[in-house]
């Protein structure tokens, strides 16, 4: 039943019937346009491949669909369609060089639709897709990585040169098998013709013709598809923070550093800020796979925490890359969601203990206190100290056995990790150590040391766990002792409060295992447990649950629920559980770096606990 005001007939009118005669949202189109390239892409690339769909009645319909060519190869259609679903994903992601590309390709489209096809339709259809993009060019502004257009060039120029030799060698690679004889300039135009998908003048007899044309089909292909991919793909630019970043965020945790566990992890060197326009508020994030990734709660004046994610989402917006915060506390995320409109969804829970509530006594704690004592009785002795109080050596012997004692090939840590060990700028950061003289000592190029735990401050009065290392020949244990140690010597470094390790999905762990939890939570649980095989979930869960910690939820945020796929593969990328690289013959070499110090490693929870 519609209700009608007064002076304005607006809302006799049923609310869908007006947005059709609107037309659609200025930031739909984008959109709208990619899911038409996308939906021409697919049809060309199934009219390449299967042969029986350029003879149904369904493709004659849609070649009035601007690209979908009939009368050309099957080479040259999925050359297309591919090139179709390259633009269709930067049009969407509102990229000004795919808009440019789309508004030179549709004229184009449309002549050939009207010159092959004579189809008024097809024309049509070429022009108001034009029309569309022209009409809201302001919403295809996303900045294009700056570096894209030179290589873009350089590959187009490479690759095009070796496809042209290659393709040489495959026209000439049968000449019992070519009618006549070719001149060297007829091979020529041969292989620039069947790169793009087109027949050349030189034949051969039997299925040769098919073999070689597809060859030369595929080299060009491959050329054009990277070429695209090259020009249109978002920035990602290497994130680093200067010295005066570094400064700006230090000034900001001495003064708010206090309310999140996290802050002090985003002074990691490979992440880049953004500050708000008082300057009392930053946020920090490094941009992975097109996923602008931030970490924990923004750094400063809670009050001011809006301007820096507005700052955020700005940039955000400006690259097109898709926004995402991993790990903000349930503050956090209430000002994330109300300031931006994204999303929120539990991620786990941090285990923070308090100092003054922490006994080994009682039956709770009987478990950890019994390996503690048992390894202090096989001879172990440990160390905590502030990283001033200890020597420029022993830092560094410290520092290369965690190096050494990592358990994978890459580093691994974003969120919950500095990246770093012993740093002068770090002087309140704690460093746990255990220690035990046999006849191993005599040959380590560490000594006596068996084990590592860094702590970074938390404000004046916590400091939050960084990572644990410990020798493989130690005795098991060496975590549970070490953290044990710090918790006991915390009263003498004036810490009040300390965050360990971070447990994934930990209320679904918690109460699928108790009694009365219901088929769906069990389900969940047991999924929970099949994946700890390769992902230290539930063993995360049960020994941080040893120390009788409180837990404090941990949330990701995001845009829309189809981004978490891309979003969490971002943040496996970024935490070192997915490395995408060229083959290790391919890999430029780069000079030496001092490598970042994960928080999580491959090994079993007995050797390495922290978690991503």
Not at 381 to 399: C, G, K, P, Q, Y
């Amino acid at each position: 039943m519609s209700v009608t005001v007064d002076g304005d007939n607006s809302a006799s009118v049923p609310s869908r019937m007006r947005r059709i005669l609107r037309g659609p949202r200025p930031e739909k189109v984008p959109s709208l346009v990619g899911t038409a390239c996308t939906l021409i892409g697919l049809i060309d690339v199934a009219a390449g491949v299967f042969p029986r769909f350029r003879a149904s009645r369904f493709h004659y319909w849609v070649e009035v669909l601007p690209g979908t060519l009939g009368p050309l190869s099957a080479a040259v259609s999925i050359s297309l369609g591919v090139v179709l679903l390259l633009l269709a994903h930067g049009l969407k992601r509102h990229k000004r060089r795919a808009w440019r590309a789309a508004v030179v390709v549709l004229p184009i489209a449309a002549a050939a639709q009207f010159y092959y096809r004579h189809s008024v339709v097809g024309v049509l259809f070429s022009l108001i897709l034009l029309a569309l993009l022209l009409h809201h060019r302001r919403e295809f502004a996303a900045l294009p990585d700056p570096r894209g257009r030179w290589r873009a060039l350089a590959n187009f120029v490479l690759m095009g040169a070796g496809s042209i030799a290659l393709g040489m060698v495959i026209v000439s690679a049968h000449p019992g098998k070519v009618i006549g004889d070719p001149s060297l300039t007829e091979r020529l135009e041969h292989v620039l013709l069947g790169l793009v998908g087109a027949e050349g003048p030189v034949g051969y007899s039997d299925s040769v013709s098919w073999t070689v044309g597809y060859s030369l089909a595929g080299l060009g292909l491959l050329t054009a598809v990277t070429t695209i991919y090259l020009a249109f793909r978002p920035e990602h630019p290497v994130a680093r923070l200067t010295g005066d970043d570094e400064a700006r965020l230090r000034e900001l945790l001495a003064r708010h550093g206090g309310r999140d566990s996290l802050g002090h992890f985003a002074l990691r060197r490979d992440k880049a800020v953004v500050f708000s326009p008082s300057g009392k508020a930053a946020v920090t994030y490094r941009v992975v796979s097109g996923v602008m990734l931030a970490s924990g709660d923004p750094i400063g004046d809670v009050e001011a925490w809006p301007g820096a994610i507005e700052r955020f989402m700005d940039e955000a917006k400006a690259h097109s890359w898709t926004p995402a915060v991993m790990g903000c506390s349930e503050t956090g995320g209430h000002v994330w969601t109300r300031e931006t409109g994204l999303d929120a969804l539990e991620l786990g829970d941090e285990a923070v203990v308090d100092v003054a509530d922490f006994s080994l006594s009682g039956r709770a704690m009987r478990n950890v206190r019994q390996m503690v004592k048992r390894i202090e009785r096989n001879g172990y002795e440990t160390r905590v100290r502030r990283v001033r109080d200890l020597s420029d050596a022993e830092l560094e012997r410290i520092r290369l056995a965690a190096d050494d004692w990592r358990g994978t090939d890459t580093e691994r840590g974003f969120s919950m990790a500095l990246g770093r060990v012993g740093d002068p700028a770090d002087g309140n950061a704690v460093i746990a150590t255990a220690h035990k003289a046999d006849e191993a000592t005599q040959t380590s190029p560490y000594g006596d040391l068996k084990a590592v735990l860094h702590f970074v401050p938390w404000g004046r009065d916590g400091m939050s766990l960084d990572l644990m290392r410990r020798d493989r020949s130690a005795d098991p244990g060496m975590n549970e002792l070490l953290i044990v140690a710090a918790l006991q010597a915390s009263p003498h470094l004036d810490v009040a409060r300390v965050s360990l390790n971070f447990a994934m999905f930990r209320s679904a762990l918690a109460r699928g295992e108790k009694l009365g939890a219901g088929p769906v939570l069990r389900v969940w649980r047991g999924l929970l447990v099949f994946l700890s095989r390769w992902f230290q979930i539930e063993s995360l869960y049960k020994f941080n649950a040893k120390f009788q910690p409180r837990w404090e939820p941990r949330f990701v945020v995001y845009r829309s629920t189809k981004e978490l796929p891309r979003i969490g593969f971002a943040a496996m990328q970024a935490e070192g559980f997915v490395t995408v690289a060229l083959p290790r013959p391919f890999r430029r070499r780069t000079t030496p770096t001092a490598r970042p110090c994960a928080h999580i490693t491959a090994p079993p929870p007995e050797h390495e606990m922290r978690a991503a």
